[in-house]
């Protein structure tokens, strides 16, 4: 009597490929993956870098301010000081812009403080 008689072969090459088809496409996804991520992580330079621009400015903002509250001054008075407007001392306080350096020194006179001081 043989054992096999009744068991259809492609079942048993089907039933024997299928968890070696399953493996190979996790890995062939894991291949696939693991290269997109490096790359995706690679191409989002751009965005960190102007994202660590924003948080140093807004930092700078914060310490302006800080300085320009401690000496007790209005933004208007800071403004007409500089020689800038008053819409110029707000978007530096909020880190909308970036502080030119020729305003930096007059600023640094005008609160008492270093140059390095002001651009902590």
């Not at 696939?32 to 994202?51: H, K, M, N, T």
């Not at 208007?76 to 909020?94: K, L, N, Q, Y």
Request: charged share 25%; net charge positive.
């Amino acid at each position: 009597m043989n054992i096999f008689a009744n068991v259809d072969w492609l079942d048993i090459a089907l039933g024997m490929m299928l968890p070696v088809l399953v493996a190979a496409a996790v890995v062939a996804f894991l291949i696939v993956q693991g290269i997109r991520l490096p790359v995706r992580y690679v191409r989002s330079g751009d965005a960190r870098r102007r994202r660590e621009k924003r948080r140093d400015a807004r930092r700078a903002g914060e310490t302006l301010k800080a300085h320009r509250v401690r000496c007790g001054m209005t933004p208007e008075f800071v403004a007409g000081a500089v020689g800038v407007s008053r819409r110029a001392v707000s978007r530096w306080e909020r880190g909308a812009c970036v502080l030119s350096t020729a305003n930096l020194l007059p600023l640094a006179d005008l609160y008492g403080v270093t140059v390095e001081e002001l651009r902590k």
